[in-house]
């Protein structure tokens, strides 16, 4: 009896707490445009790739993307930042070569991505990397801007001095990165 109170009560409190365990809470901060030609460069978007940013922002990634021959997706939870994503791609001639999902990235399948950008929070990374590693087919590239993916080893490291801050993009490889 007293064991079962316990796990009720124990289940309850997970129960309470799951907004703060799943919520991702994640602002909008725009990747840096100084950044983008690092980001495109470790992408090696072959013509055709499909690039998925998932929490997409204002589209400025994906559209970079798709203006180096990807086909993109940009899911956004956001539906002001999607349409602002979406007037933006108009305006650089990608529109078509866009897919705008306003979601939540957890709800999506992401298994014909090529190439994921993920400007996130390491605790959202985390919560993503089953879904990583699930999905995503062998070879597959993960870039991630300032925050790693816990468990997973990047292939490659890089440091950018922008504006005042050091950023840090992290490049990792499906079968590669999730496998050691
Ligand atoms: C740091 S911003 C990065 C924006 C864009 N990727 C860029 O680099 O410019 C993170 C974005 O993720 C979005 N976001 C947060 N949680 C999300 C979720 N669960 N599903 C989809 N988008 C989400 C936020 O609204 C925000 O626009």
């Known amino acids: 009896m007293r064991n079962y109170r316990y796990t009720r009560q124990g289940y309850l409190s997970v129960l309470a707490l799951h907004p703060y365990l799943f919520s991702t809470d994640i602002p909008w901060v725009p990747t840096r445009k100084e950044l ?13 790739a499909v690039f998925y940013d998932l929490g997409c922002g204002d589209g400025r990634v994906v559209i970079e993307a798709a203006l180096h021959g990807a086909q993109g997706v940009c899911v956004e939870i956001k539906r002001e930042l999607i349409e602002e994503a979406k007037r933006r791609a108009r305006k650089a001639g990608v529109y078509e ?15 014909d991505a090529d190439i994921v950008y993920m400007y996130l929070l390491t605790k959202a990374n985390r919560l993503l990397r089953p879904k990583l590693e699930a999905q995503l087919k062998i070879g597959a590239r993960v870039i991630t801007l300032d925050f790693e993916i816990p468990g997973w080893k990047p292939i490659h490291v890089e440091k950018h001095y922008v504006n005042g801050f050091n950023r840090s993009l992290y490049l990792y490889v499906k079968g590669v990165s999730d496998l050691i």
Not at 40 to 46: H, N, P, Q
Not at 100 to 108: G, Q, S
């Open 36 to 48: 983008l030609p690092h980001i495109m460069r470790l992408a090696r978007i072959r013509d055709g």
């Open 97 to 111: 070569r866009i897919v705008f999902v306003n979601d939540d990235f957890f709800n999506i399948d992401i298994s």
